[in-house]
């Protein structure tokens, strides 16, 4: 036998163990660069989820937002294990990094948007990321360099999306009208010495394009054209679910349109990320994990739409719920509204229940997705009580705001139809006599003719969107 076992734990050659080009003190102050972009990724995600109409980039923004969180962590983490305190980590690293970053966020459209993030931004990190890895000395620093090489693999899962986002969006008389715009962002990285700043550093900063004036978030929820009369509450799925007539088989449809319905939840979160400011940065990170979990939660719903060969642009996904909250409570309150509805699930009526009829309903797909559905909704109701309960100082006085919070939000169902925005149609009979057929089975008569719509009521609208 002539093979050996792996010198130096399998992790590089003695040549890659024997570098000498950088010391703690510069693979910190690299490090501290791709943090400083990651955060900046993170914020810049976070922020164009609300007002993004197209369904697959408000999902994908949602999860990238979660994955530049982590990595930020691990990488604040890590630099802490670095004779770091204090830790410097707000500090922008080059003025150019930040302009860069700003224009990007400001990007007036979603193509210039695309083209900064998937074509300047992430491309220049994965390239530090890469640098990076192949400078340092791979047995001394190896915590950074396991750090840094788990951050490159889903930065390239992140620019196989784009690269594929940009193909089916992106005409060439947009990328054309932009080539100024991107020309002058990689000025901004060139100036900055390279996005790792090893490169040649100048304080020659190119003029600001789209943020000669300051950005302005927009909370107000968009979506694209499968989304279809959205101000409709002219169904009551909570009535369904808990009404004893109707079997778990028809349930489960009706889970799969809330799932699909949360969409609304990450257009709400990530107003509360953008506007909430000076928080530890493990309430930003949690909040991204729950954000993305909301975005899961929809597609979950999309997916039991497909496995029924059911289109679900035909049925209206009310956007109602993210629309009131962020254009009528403080980013606390609404914090405080989806803490009250996301406790409310905890009971054995709530996500338990809905995994129950999962189980029940003889579809093994329902009953992966609402066990999973339950356990995710778990983590955020502990989530909750760290970060918003805590502030409380107890259970009780935290409900009791979210309660009143919830009570403030106004939605006047009957002015919508005055207005011309819905006729709350009564959309269930025609979907549910469509998985009928899919099932192979007779619509239940009683299940048909189900309709109990969201009234005016109060104690009605609190029940819109309680899927958390
Ligand atoms: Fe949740
Ligand atoms: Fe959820």
């Given at each position: 036998m002539?093979?050996?076992?792996?010198?130096?734990a399998?992790?590089?050659?003695?040549?890659e163990?024997?570098r000498t080009?950088?010391?703690?003190e510069?693979?910190?102050?690299?490090?501290k660069?791709?943090?400083?972009?990651?955060l900046?990724l993170h914020?810049i995600?976070?922020?164009?989820?609300?007002?993004?109409?197209?369904?697959e980039l408000?999902?994908?923004f949602?999860?990238c937002?979660?994955l530049?969180?982590e990595?930020?962590?691990?990488?604040r983490?890590?630099v802490s294990e670095?004779?770091e305190?204090?830790l410097g980590?707000?500090?922008?690293?080059h003025a150019?990094?930040k302009?860069c970053?700003?224009?990007?966020?400001?990007?007036?459209t979603?193509?210039?948007?695309l083209l900064?993030?998937?074509?300047?931004l992430?491309?220049?990190?994965?390239?530090s990321?890469?640098?990076?890895?192949?400078?340092?000395?791979?047995l001394?620093?190896?915590p950074?360099v396991r750090?840094t090489?788990?951050c490159r693999l889903?930065?390239?899962?992140m620019?196989?999306?784009g690269?594929?986002a940009?193909?089916?969006?992106?005409?060439a008389?947009?990328r054309t009208?932009?080539?100024?715009w991107?020309?002058?962002l990689?000025t901004?990285?060139?100036?900055?010495?390279?996005?790792?700043?090893?490169?040649?550093?100048s304080?020659?900063?190119?003029?600001?394009?789209?943020?000669?004036q300051?950005y302005v978030?927009?909370?107000v929820p968009?979506?694209?054209?499968?989304f279809r009369?959205s101000?409709n509450?002219?169904?009551n799925p909570?009535a369904?679910?808990?009404?004893?007539?109707?079997s778990?088989?028809?349930k489960?449809l009706?889970?799969?349109?809330k799932r699909l319905?949360?969409?609304?939840?990450?257009?709400?979160m990530?107003?509360i990320l953008?506007?909430?400011?000076?928080k530890?940065?493990?309430?930003?990170?949690?909040?991204?994990?729950?954000?993305w979990d909301?975005?899961?939660h929809a597609?979950?719903?999309?997916v039991?739409?497909v496995?029924l060969?059911?289109?679900?642009?035909?049925?209206?996904?009310?956007?109602?719920?993210s629309?009131?909250?962020?254009?009528?409570?403080?980013?606390?309150e609404?914090?405080?509204?989806?803490?009250?509805?996301?406790q409310?699930?905890?009971?054995k009526s709530?996500k338990?229940?809905?995994?129950?009829i999962?189980?029940?309903?003889?579809?093994?797909?329902a009953?992966?997705?609402?066990d999973f559905?339950?356990a995710?909704?778990v983590?955020?109701?502990?989530?909750g009580?760290?970060w918003?309960?805590?502030?409380?100082?107890?259970?009780?006085?935290?409900?009791?705001?979210g309660d009143r919070?919830?009570?403030k939000?106004?939605?006047?169902w009957?002015d919508?139809?005055?207005r011309g925005?819905t006729?709350?149609?009564?959309?269930?009979?025609?979907?549910?006599?469509q998985a009928?057929?899919?099932?192979g089975?007779t619509?239940?008569a009683t299940a048909l003719a189900?309709?109990?719509t969201?009234?005016?009521?109060?104690?009605?609208l609190?029940?819109?969107?309680?899927s958390g």
């Amino acid at each position: 036998m002539t093979a050996t076992v792996p010198p130096l734990a399998g992790l590089c050659t003695f040549t890659e163990a024997q570098r000498t080009a950088m010391s703690v003190e510069d693979c910190v102050a690299w490090m501290k660069r791709h943090h400083y972009v990651l955060l900046r990724l993170h914020g810049i995600f976070t922020a164009r989820i609300t007002a993004e109409p197209l369904y697959e980039l408000k999902t994908t923004f949602s999860l990238c937002s979660y994955l530049c969180a982590e990595h930020v962590s691990a990488i604040r983490k890590r630099v802490s294990e670095l004779r770091e305190p204090p830790l410097g980590l707000e500090v922008v690293p080059h003025a150019g990094l930040k302009l860069c970053a700003d224009e990007v966020l400001a990007a007036p459209t979603t193509g210039a948007l695309l083209l900064g993030l998937y074509e300047v931004l992430l491309p220049a990190l994965a390239e530090s990321l890469d640098v990076y890895v192949a400078t340092t000395n791979l047995l001394a620093d190896a915590p950074s360099v396991r750090v840094t090489r788990f951050c490159r693999l889903e930065v390239a899962d992140m620019l196989a999306f784009g690269q594929q986002a940009i193909a089916a969006t992106v005409t060439a008389a947009e990328r054309t009208q932009l080539t100024p715009w991107l020309t002058m962002l990689q000025t901004t990285l060139n100036v900055a010495g390279g996005l790792g700043g090893r490169g040649t550093v100048s304080e020659e900063l190119p003029s600001p394009m789209f943020t000669a004036q300051p950005y302005v978030y927009d909370a107000v929820p968009k979506r694209d054209g499968r989304f279809r009369d959205s101000y409709n509450a002219g169904v009551n799925p909570e009535a369904f679910l808990y009404d004893e007539r109707f079997s778990p088989r028809d349930k489960v449809l009706m889970l799969y349109y809330k799932r699909l319905r949360e969409i609304d939840v990450p257009e709400m979160m990530a107003s509360i990320l953008h506007e909430t400011v000076g928080k530890p940065w493990g309430f930003y990170a949690d909040m991204s994990r729950q954000l993305w979990d909301e975005a899961r939660h929809a597609m979950l719903g999309e997916v039991g739409f497909v496995s029924l060969g059911l289109d679900w642009s035909q049925i209206p996904i009310n956007f109602t719920w993210s629309l009131n909250l962020n254009t009528q409570l403080t980013p606390q309150e609404r914090h405080a509204v989806l803490f009250f509805i996301e406790q409310g699930l905890m009971p054995k009526s709530g996500k338990r229940y809905e995994w129950e009829i999962g189980q029940q309903s003889g579809i093994p797909l329902a009953a992966v997705f609402q066990d999973f559905d339950w356990a995710d909704e778990v983590l955020h109701a502990q989530m909750g009580r760290q970060w918003y309960v805590s502030s409380f100082g107890d259970l009780k006085p935290a409900l009791e705001y979210g309660d009143r919070c919830w009570s403030k939000v106004l939605s006047h169902w009957r002015d919508y139809i005055d207005r011309g925005l819905t006729e709350h149609r009564n959309w269930w009979p025609e979907v549910y006599r469509q998985a009928c057929e899919r099932w192979g089975v007779t619509p239940d008569a009683t299940a048909l003719a189900f309709h109990e719509t969201y009234a005016d009521q109060r104690a009605d609208l609190r029940s819109i969107s309680a899927s958390g």
